[in-house]
């Protein structure tokens, strides 16, 4: 069964400055993997996904992850972060012969001014 | 807005009692997905239907079940509601019935059992 781990339940930055949010899989098959976001009191909304095309991912907003099979790693960044990014961050594993997504556990980002 | 509607966002009800949380997919998608998400348990995946059928199921305890109808809507019954019931409950929807499509998810509805 596939499994997701995101390494840090907590990162802060200072506005302006690189992101980097870290998450290691698990999967038996060719995964599809997925990060999401979720502000304070919504819903969760897809940032971009990869599913065996480019092993770049560019995404909303300014993400993008990249697929690294040696590594089984798909991590998060962004160049610059900016206030409005505040907000738990999610990396799903899905592969295709399961129906259901696993979740890490969630990563909270504050950004400091 | 994702184009998933979940009603009620807020639900607070006593321990022992029955509540019914519905949720409309967006046009044209076929599968519905329900998610349990609780400070100590993370997103946990509860239950999915495609097309009116059950597909899959996760960690959905015997007290719940759900069920989709034939206008694609779909309800999550959740009865003999304990305290650790207390929770965000997500419905999500995408096209296909599998999940490495993308999943559009509702804004959820906030349960406290007292």
């Known amino acids: 069964a596939q499994s997701v781990t995101q390494l840090d339940s907590h990162v802060s930055v200072s506005e302006g400055t690189p992101v980097l949010l870290r998450c290691n899989y698990s999967?038996?098959?060719?995964?599809?993997l997925f990060w999401y976001v979720q502000h304070p009191n919504k819903g969760l909304q897809l940032l971009l996904k990869?599913?065996?095309?480019?092993?770049l991912v560019k995404g909303i907003n300014g993400f993008e992850a990249e697929f690294k099979k040696s590594e089984t790693s798909f991590h998060l960044t962004k160049p610059s972060a900016h206030m409005s990014d505040a907000a738990e961050y999610f990396c799903?594993?899905?592969?295709?012969?399961?129906?259901?997504?696993?979740f890490g556990a969630g990563t909270r980002l504050t950004v400091k001014p | 807005d994702s184009g998933v509607t979940q009603t009620p966002k807020h639900l607070i009800t006593a321990t022992g009692q029955r509540v019914t949380l519905r949720c409309s997919p967006r046009?044209?998608?076929?599968?519905v997905y329900w998610y349990q998400q609780s400070l100590d348990q993370g997103l946990q995946f509860l239950i999915q239907?495609?097309?009116?059928?059950?597909?899959a199921k996760g960690n959905i305890l015997e007290r719940f079940s759900a069920q989709q109808f034939p206008d694609l809507h779909s309800e999550l019954n959740l009865s003999s509601l304990e305290l650790g019931d207390s929770a965000l409950y997500f419905c999500?929807?995408?096209?296909?019935?599998?999940?490495?499509?993308?999943?559009?998810f509702g804004q959820g509805t906030r349960l406290t059992v007292v």
């Open positions: 999500a929807s995408s096209v296909g019935g599998l999940m490495n499509t993308e999943a559009f």
């Open positions: 999967s038996s098959y060719s995964p599809s």
């Open positions: 990869y599913t065996s095309a480019a092993t």
């Open positions: 799903v594993v899905s592969d295709l012969n399961n129906n259901d997504m696993r």
């Open positions: 046009s044209g998608d076929l599968s």
């Open positions: 239907y495609y097309n009116g059928e059950e597909r």
